[in-house]
């Protein structure tokens, strides 16, 4: 099973939008890493992002290149300070999944995966960018396949 997580593209500030939207440099980045994913051959039963609206835009996004099989859906648990453990223990089964949300979730996700313990930093996410998981099913443990950072394209 691979486990995708990405931080939501870059988004307007609050002060221009309360609901802070992806601004066009954030779209342009998302659309460039998805054209990205799409040569690995990435195939998710569901893109599931926080009720956001940057989150949403970007799922929105992905889903246009990789064509999730159940399509995208909102999901409660993925906020920036949520408490990673309720999502940490549903993260199971054969499916591949992609979670859109926020930081510092993702970090925190990442990090409890890994290692067990969430406040060490495995890995620093950018705005847009993919962090690929993948579960060795016989030991149940979770290892980094690959990642792609906005910055590297």
Not at 27 to 53: D, E, F, L, N
Not at 58 to 75: N, Q, V
Not at 79 to 95: C, L, V, W
Request: with cysteine.
């Amino acid at each position: 099973m691979s486990l995708y997580l990405v931080q939501h593209g870059k988004s307007l500030p609050k002060e221009i939008d309360p609901d802070s939207p992806l601004s066009e440099e954030g779209k342009a980045t998302v659309h460039r890493i998805a054209q990205m994913a799409t040569g690995y051959h990435i195939h998710v039963s569901q893109i599931i992002h926080s009720g956001k609206t940057r989150a949403r835009q970007t799922a929105e996004i992905i889903s246009m290149y990789i064509k999730p099989e159940s399509g995208i859906r909102e999901s409660t648990g993925l906020n920036p300070n949520d408490d990673i453990h309720p999502i940490a223990s549903t993260i199971k089964g054969r499916e591949n999944i992609m979670l859109v949300g926020h930081l510092p979730f993702m970090e925190r996700l990442v990090s409890y995966l890994i290692t067990g313990l969430d406040e060490h930093t495995v890995v620093k996410f950018q705005n847009g960018g993919i962090v690929c998981l993948h579960q060795d099913t016989e030991k149940g443990t979770w290892f980094i396949k690959w990642m792609a950072m906005p910055e590297m394209i």
